[in-house]
């Protein structure tokens, strides 16, 4: 079956970076697109992002323009996102998920936790 | 960027009950519109996509409708497990925005 499973949970301090793993299994890596969604606490779903797993054609959200680098690794079937510059306002957790051409996605990763704090 | 409103921002309905969930978009986003139920501390869940295409395994009781620019969740009868966030999102333009959600609690 599809799975998608995360990276663990990190705290890094305001500036820092963090990076997220998302290894996927069950299907053709390259198939798929995979898309980013991240959920700061009790708020809404917010897409980040999205990176072809074919050619690794990325698209980013503009507010994280410059600060987001959404990359993967055919060999091990691995999404990987990175954002720099943290701020406390990018405490949230984090969510791969498969993504279809049509832009809708169907398996998630079961979400990371990034907390910035000093 | 395409503004999602979707309404109501929660709503109060009793396990049988018939409950309408609507998100409008700013601009013509033809059929690219999708809905996501998620339950406290998990991931969302695919439910309807293309506007109107039930997911796999999920129930016939979700139904999605479109009309222009009104995107329609209906659940035709609402069961315990129902109870959740729903959220809808569209996929035509960059970045593909979500609504804000609308949260069905149990009356």
Known sequence: QVQMVQSGGEVKEPGASVKVSCKTSGYKFIDYGITWVRQAPGQGLEWMGWISTYNGHTFYQDKLQGRLTLTKDTSTTTGYMELRSLRSDDTATYYCARAYGEGHVDSWGQGTLVTVTS | DVQMTQSPSSLSASVGDRVTITCRASQSI??????????????????????????????????????????????????????ATYYCQQSDEIPYTFGQGTKVEIK
Do not use: M
Request: hydrophobic share 35%; net charge neutral.
């Open chain 2, 30 to 83: 033809r059929s690219s519109l999708h809905w996501y139920q998620q339950k406290p501390g998990a991931a969302p869940k695919l439910l309807i996509f293309g506007a109107s295409n039930l997911e796999t395994g999920v129930p016939s009781r979700f139904i999605g409708s479109a009309s222009g620019t009104e995107f329609t969740l209906v659940i035709s009868s609402l069961q315990p497990e129902d109870f």
